[in-house]
């Protein structure tokens, strides 16, 4: 299981684009990476997922080199909704998730 | 999208007495689902694997006989925390597997459970 390295914090304001790198070193061939958000005392719930290259939704971007060792995860003018822990995490569909420390975003007004 | 449920989503129990925590799947089947526990300001921690009629595997420190996994169906598991401490007062989470009809390989997770043993 791939581990993963976020920062533990960081600070946005309203309407301010924000990225959170994700460092997996030992990503494996088969490995998805995948972010989820989470609120406090409420479960992580699914953000984006990518295998290479970018991959956007309606809520954010993902963008990962080509060695795969590392993720952005890109969130276009953030809104005070947007505090939360993001989690990177690493690994196959059906594999149990190692949780890394995340990242906790703080978005002021 | 696919619904993970959990109940209840906050219990209070008494020490020494027994909790048990259930953690559906809504929409879809899970041959898997996995338990986490979450300490106020920390991550989640993964606990044990629970498999559809099998034994559950845990994961290195968590007491088998303390946490009781039962995976009795497609869509149903249960966490039994047995004669609860106040260090069990705890947030649950479940999850499971997307199945097959999902565009993305991700995992669904429930709403938690908060535990508090007093």
């Not at chain 1, 581990?3 to 460092?23: F, H, L, R």
């Not at chain 2, 953690?23 to 986490?36: N, P, V």
Request: glycine share 6%.
């Amino acid at each position: 299981l791939a581990k993963t390295t976020q920062p533990i914090s960081m600070d946005s304001y309203e309407g301010q684009e924000v990225n959170i790198t994700c460092s997996h070193n030992n990503i494996a061939t088969n490995d998805y990476i995948t972010w989820y958000q989470q609120f406090p005392s409420q479960g992580p719930r699914f953000i984006i997922q990518g295998y290479k290259t970018k991959v956007t939704n309606e809520v954010a971007s993902l963008f990962i080199p080509a060695d795969r060792k590392s993720s952005t995860l890109s969130l276009p003018r953030v809104s005070l909704s947007d505090t939360a822990v993001y989690y990177c995490l690493v690994g196959e569909s059906t594999d149990k998730l190692i949780f890394g420390t995340g990242t906790r975003l703080q978005v002021f007004p | 999208g696919a619904v993970v449920s959990q109940h209840p989503s906050w219990v209070i129990c008494k020490s020494g007495t027994s909790v048990k925590i259930e953690c559906r799947s809504l929409d879809f089947q899970a041959t898997t689902m996995f338990w986490y526990r979450q300490f106020p300001k920390q991550s989640l921690m993964l606990m044990a694997t629970s498999n559809e009629g099998s034994k559950a595997t845990y994961e290195q420190g968590v007491e088998k006989d303390k946490f009781l996994i039962n995976h009795a169906s497609l869509t149903l598991s249960t966490l039994t925390v047995t004669s609860a401490h106040p260090e069990d007062s705890s947030f649950y989470i479940c999850s499971a597997p997307a199945g097959p009809a999902s565009i993305n390989y991700e995992q669904y997770f429930g709403p938690g459970t908060r535990l508090t043993v007093t």
